[in-house]
């Protein structure tokens, strides 16, 4: 599927910013992790549970917004990452969704937190769609 820059200039951007979403909050829980733990009342108790988050979260982060940034700037690769990227948002907001349904009072950022990712979510669904409407 080809397309012309132009025309892809809306759905490389949802690319980009989850991209750099993902990206930014992977270097953020690699290099800080107790720093982007405080807001969720997550506490890092062991050295083994730091690397976890370092891990899951950080190389995760990096490795996926990665793909996402890398997505953007290859028009073959264009559908597949605002797939990926729409399937990793509504997992998260599903998850996050969940939690607060069945846990007791979400606090605040919780509740932003699952307002983005299922704006992320939405965002590279409708650019997803857009996408293959483009004649070519």
Do not use: K, N
């Not at 700037?73 to 990926?84: I, M, Y």
């Not at 937190?113 to 857009?130: H, I, N």
């Amino acid at each position: 599927m080809t397309h012309d820059t132009a025309a892809m200039r809306p759905e490389r951007a949802v690319l980009l910013v989850i991209g750099l979403a993902f990206a930014g909050y992977g270097v953020a829980c690699l290099v800080a992790p107790a720093a982007t733990t405080a807001w969720s009342g997550i506490a890092l108790r062991t050295p083994s549970a730091t690397t976890d988050l370092r891990a899951t979260y950080g190389g995760l982060g990096i490795g996926v917004g990665g793909f996402f940034l890398y997505a953007a700037f290859r028009p073959a690769l264009l559908a597949a990452g605002l797939l990926a990227a729409c399937a990793a948002c509504a997992g998260l907001a599903g998850g996050r969704l969940l939690g607060v349904l069945l846990d007791d009072r979400p606090e605040g950022m919780t509740l932003l937190a699952l307002a983005v990712e299922a704006t992320g979510s939405v965002l590279a669904a409708a650019a997803l769609r857009r996408l293959r409407s483009q004649p070519g």
